[in-house]
């Protein structure tokens, strides 16, 4: 039995020392197997909210290798250790055995030291190649620390560069602003002077206005009581104050008119025309100068060209304005029926005259010349009825202005026609009393001309016209 252990002895000595290197290789090999590195999920994190050119993103990523490397070759030597420990405890379970158990042990140790060289061999090349991706990580750590430097350069250079432009464009916009507040408390000033100047020079301008404005009324006044000569002195004085006022210009060419000084009176009607050229008031008394001066005229070819300029005028006033009427409260359709009239141009003169009629009813002097075309006419029906209603409105005017020289002349002519003839010359004797001037006893003369040859003859006709005209003879012999 005993021969029997001792004999086999050698044999289980060996099988336990082939299992015990089997298990000795089987661990080394698990533990061989290097365990994988796992960079940490913060890390992760990072690198996935930084874009691939940061420099940054390129730090962190030499950082998680250089980790990975270090972890390898730490794991490498664990595992030469744990083939060491190996190797100790299986010759300390054979130190004692047999020449078979030394074979055996050698042996082992040959397959041993053959694992172990090659684990050497492995962890040298693991050694080298963590070394060299450790150097190229340095590199290109140190390439990214200067690439880094030199933006960090760039940036500071170019904020300092941008700052000395901010100080730059800040000094001009502080220089500018200097100089502009500068500007403006100067211009201020002068600004202040002008508004001064020009609120003196409103308040002279509204006082002379206001001056201007009074007299134009008052002059306005003289001429509703037939003070002419008064009204005239009264404009000039307005004149003065402005020489441009269009109202003033045209009221004093208008009364220029009436005292037949013609040529002052287009002196005044063209300055008022050249302030506005569509001033009906002025071109129809531009029309009546000229109406005037064709009726003085002697040459038949200057009086035919005066009396067209007039017609002109007064059409183009009354075209505007058809309700114009002059500072004797009179329609201007009466002026251009008188062109007509003296024209020879009697239906014309009718239809003119009826639209005065229309524009002033209740003056009596459209109404009279209407009826003085309606008696030329031998319209004897219509013209004795017109003749009545001149009478009545005469006879109405005269009650409150007993000095309307031209109502009572229409009041007069009236009365002749209708065979009134001692009250007609009383009348006519009382406009030759009261007139200064001989123009209306020319125009109430010229109206009795005209009649001198219609169909129905008028008693006292010539008595009249004599009356007249040595009145007018007297006139201008003084």
Do not use: C
């Amino acid at each position: 039995m005993v021969k029997r252990f001792v004999d086999g002895l050698p044999l289980g000595l060996a099988i336990i020392a082939i299992v015990i290197a089997l298990y000795t290789a089987i661990m080394n090999d698990n533990e061989a197997r290097t365990p994988r590195f796992e960079p940490s999920q913060k890390l992760m994190d990072r690198l996935d909210g930084l874009p691939d050119d940061d420099p940054l993103r390129a730090a962190i990523e030499a950082q998680v290798t250089a980790d990975r490397t270090l972890q390898e070759v730490q794991a490498i030597s664990e595992r030469a250790d744990s083939a060491a420990n190996s190797a100790d405890s299986i010759l300390s379970f054979i130190e004692g055995g047999s020449i078979l158990i030394a074979a055996l042990l050698a042996i082992t140790a040959i397959a041993f030291g053959s694992s172990l060289a090659d684990v050497r061999s492995r962890l040298d090349k693991s050694i080298e190649e963590a070394s060299t991706r450790l150097q190229a990580s340095e590199r290109r750590m140190e390439e990214l620390t200067k690439n880094m430097q030199k933006q960090l350069q760039e940036g500071v250079e170019a904020d300092h560069r941008r700052q000395e432009d901010s100080e730059k464009r800040f000094a001009e916009l502080t220089h500018k602003i200097e100089d502009s507040l500068v500007r403006t408390e100067s211009a201020t000033g002068n600004l202040l002077q002008i508004v001064n100047e020009a609120i003196g020079a409103a308040k002279k301008d509204a006082e002379s206005s206001f001056r201007v404005l009074s007299l134009l009324l008052l002059a306005e006044q003289q001429v509703r009581a037939n003070n002419r000569e008064t009204a005239i002195a009264t404009l000039q004085e307005a004149i003065k104050l402005d020489p441009n006022n269009q109202t003033t210009n045209y009221l004093l060419g208008y009364l220029y008119v009436g005292r037949k000084r013609f040529e002052q009176a287009i002196e005044h009607l063209e300055r008022a025309l050249k302030i506005d050229p569509n001033f009906a008031p002025a071109l129809a008394a531009m029309g009546l100068a000229q109406s005037r001066m064709a009726n003085l005229e002697q040459d038949d070819l200057i009086r035919n060209q005066l009396r067209a300029q007039a017609e002109i005028n007064l059409t183009k006033a009354l075209s505007s304005d058809p309700g114009l009427i002059d500072a004797d409260n009179e329609s201007y359709f009466g002026t251009l029926g008188g062109i007509y009239r003296r024209q020879g141009r009697l239906d014309e003169a009718l239809k003119v005259y009826e639209s005065a009629v229309k524009v002033t009813p209740n003056n009596s002097y459209p109404v009279g010349n209407l009826a003085m075309l309606y008696k030329k006419l031998n319209h004897e029906e219509q013209a004795q009825s017109m003749y009545d209603r001149v009478i009545e409105i005469a006879e109405s005017i005269l009650d409150d202005r007993p000095g309307d020289i031209w109502a009572r002349l229409d009041y007069a002519q009236g009365l002749l026609v209708k065979r009134q003839k001692k009250k007609a010359l009383d009348q006519y004797l009382n406009v030759i009393e009261r007139v200064s001037e001989p123009s209306p006893l020319e125009t109430a003369l010229g109206g009795l001309r005209f009649l001198e040859d219609v169909a129905v003859p008028i008693d006292g006709l010539h008595d009249a016209m004599n009356a007249l005209q040595n009145a007018i003879e007297g006139m201008h012999r003084e």
